[in-house]
């Protein structure tokens, strides 16, 4: 059965929204290579990021562009990849495709995120050809800090900030930034046109190298001057982040009142945290929560789950612990364990009530007050009337 509230369920531009831009399309048989769907596209993005169009390099997806940008920037190619563990599997992905060896390290438990002087410390030991920064799911970072890092060290940054459409916004300043910044555009974030990217450089000239390993190496030719892919976005993509613009005042205020809510209703439970900064001015398409010690998230989801509300544990227990990944080189990863055993994502999406996530919140504190009892709890599916031997769905929840 489908549950009564799925973790995630995406939304973007319904078809009558749609319709003038695909008629434009239409009209100009120009589908892909830069036409001017996406041309105007790529203005408002660089508008909304405060920086000129020539910065503001679009990409088919955002792992794609992060392999785009650590290709442009890595000195030497071939070496180290710093980022953590602590982050989706497309993080370490594209590492390898621009053919770095990621190098796991541990992040902070207040931020989630790594910290420049523990790379610092690394890069004594061992030589880093870059570093990719992760904003943990969609937060803002402080990008001077990265700066200084790079000043300091020679080692170039590149920022993984996939669900940072929002954090990472021009507020009434241009872009600072030295290390390029990839946004993904994907369905399941605040900002979504299906599969897609933007990338926002310091300068023209980064942003070219970006955009040419995107391009097969071209730059306004057809000879090959880098070893490129194909990761373009097409005029369809485009007319999807068009027609999103047109409506992203209301939708921002829509994730606004849901985040309200879930910082008033599931922040208030006792025994869980909300992710660091949440609800600080930004919105993000994540609802993450972590457990204190005492309280396994597991358990929880297996309750939750029992009572028709989907959970999800985005990025696992770390990267290192894929099969793809762990065989690469890590230092000690005792907070990435840690979150592993105590996050997890609640359903968040556009379209919850304020009294949907009272509801959860509810349960999820009936949750918890199991799992710290210790009880074992005859639960049964979406909460309905039923028998143990029918849906065998007894929990032992741990103490």
Sequence with gaps: MAPKYPVLRPRLPTADKLLPYLE???????????????????????????????????????????????RAVARPTGGLCVMPSWTFVASAAAA??????????????DSWTI??????????ERPISAVLVVASFGAPLDLQEWDEFTR????????????????????????????????????????????GAAVIAKNQS???????????????????????T???????SAAIGLAQFAEWPNTRNAWRRVTEAFVQEVGRVDGVRLAPQFGEGWVSSFG????????PAEDVSAFLEGEG??????????????????????????????????????????????????SIASVLEEAIASARAGQEVPRTMHGSIGSRERYGATLKLAP
């Design 24 to 70: 434009r399309i239409d009209t100009a048989r120009w589908y892909t290579n830069g036409g001017p769907v996406l041309k105007e596209f790529e203005q408002k993005l660089a508008d909304h990021f405060g920086v000129s169009e020539p910065c503001l390099v679009t990409s088919a997806n955002a792992t794609l562009a992060i392999s785009q940008a650590l």
């Design 96 to 109: 390898v495709w621009a053919g770095l060896e990621p190098y796991f390290i541990d992040i902070s438990e």
């Design 115 to 124: 910290r420049p002087e523990d790379v610092l410390r690394l890069s004594a």
């Design 152 to 195: 300091k060290s020679g080692i170039p940054v590149v920022v993984d900030a996939a669900g940072g459409f929002d954090a990472f916004r021009a507020e009434g300043g241009g872009w600072e930034s030295e290390a390029p910044v990839v946004i993904s555009l994907h369905a399941t974030k605040v900002f979504g046109v299906g599969e």
């Design 206 to 228: 980064l942003a070219q190298r970006i955009a040419r390993f995107g391009n097969f190496g071209f730059q306004g030719s057809r000879v090959a001057e880098l070893p490129g």
């Design 230 to 236: 194909n990761a373009k976005m097409t005029e369809y």
């Design 288 to 295: 993450m929560v972590q457990f204190d010690e005492s309280i």
């Design 309 to 358: 509300i989907e959970t999800r544990q985005w990025w696992g227990k770390g990267c290192h612990c894929q099969r793809a990944y762990d065989q690469y080189p890590r230092s000690p990863l005792p907070v990435t364990r840690k979150l592993g055993q105590q996050v997890l994502g609640l359903p968040f999406w556009l379209g919850l009530e304020s009294d949907d996530i009272i």
